[in-house]
């Protein structure tokens, strides 16, 4: 996008005790960006009005309230406080770009107040198939995918057929969004009580109408949300290091619908209003 490696600057929130950041699980994420021409930064601070004077895109990953205490059990604070709410809504709504990732709970909970202004519901869960199979597959071949300027991009070299991703949340979308994976009644919502630990007692619903990753015109501003963090990322995992992110087979396509993002994020791809 940028050859001269001079485009637009992204800030990674790296202030909320997140799980991925710039340097860290999304150094992946952060290459490829840099690759594409883009400046990265990472953001330690809280958010206020005077943050947001010198952010166009910020990317939040996987945040986490202070103090968190393991294990984690329900309900989740939320990781930002009512003002830092208001601040980033305000941001986007004057023409920011705001790139949210919050995985299965604890990640959801966290940042379910957030979500909840700009009109998604996020559940503090697990979405997959059953406690065994929590890889999901979605493709433009099975309708699972939506097939829209995301997933068109700006020509056929960046069109995207088919992702990956690797266990997360679903949500609900406000009716102006876009769902981009569209989740079904084969994948099923595990509200559990405390993280990773799933039995009988666990309350549970079909994942049909829900979505895994949306995008929305907001205000001025744009806002691209989804519910799963290792899709993005390039990660050895295991004593067998086995590929698990853009780097694996089944997810090759995976790092173009990221650039797609972040190149409609940027005002390089035109979208369909």
Known sequence: MYPDKNGTTIHIDEGHNNFHTKDGRYYAFAQLLKSDGYLIKGNKVKFDNEVFKDIEI??????????????????????????????LKRWVEK?????????HMPFAGASAKLAKEFGFQF??????????????DFSIEKGTLHKNFITI???????VNKIRTFTG???RTPKKAKSILNLDETQTVFLVDTMRVFNNKVKRFPAKGLSQGAVMNF???????????????????????????????????????????????????????
Request: hydrophobic fraction near 35%; charge should be negative.
């Open 123 to 136: 559940y503090d869960s697990y979405v997959m198939y059953d406690i065994k199979n929590s890889i999901i």
């Open 153 to 159: 991009g700006r020509n056929s070299n960046e069109s």
């Open 58 to 87: 910020l990317v939040i990953a996987n945040a986490e309230s202070d103090g968190v205490t393991h294990p984690i059990v329900a309900p989740t604070k939320s990781a930002f406080s009512k003002s830092e709410i208001k601040s």
């Open 219 to 273: 205000g001025k501003g744009k806002i691209a949300v989804f519910g799963e963090a290792a899709m993005f990322t390039a990660q050895l995992v295991g004593p067998n290091r086995r590929k698990g992110g853009m780097n694996s087979e089944e997810a090759k396509e995976n790092y173009q619908l990221l650039l797609n993002i972040i190149h409609w994020l940027d005002g390089k791809l035109e979208d369909e209003n």
């Open 169 to 171: 949340q679903g949500f």
């Open 95 to 103: 023409g920011g770009s705001l790139f949210l990732i919050a995985d």
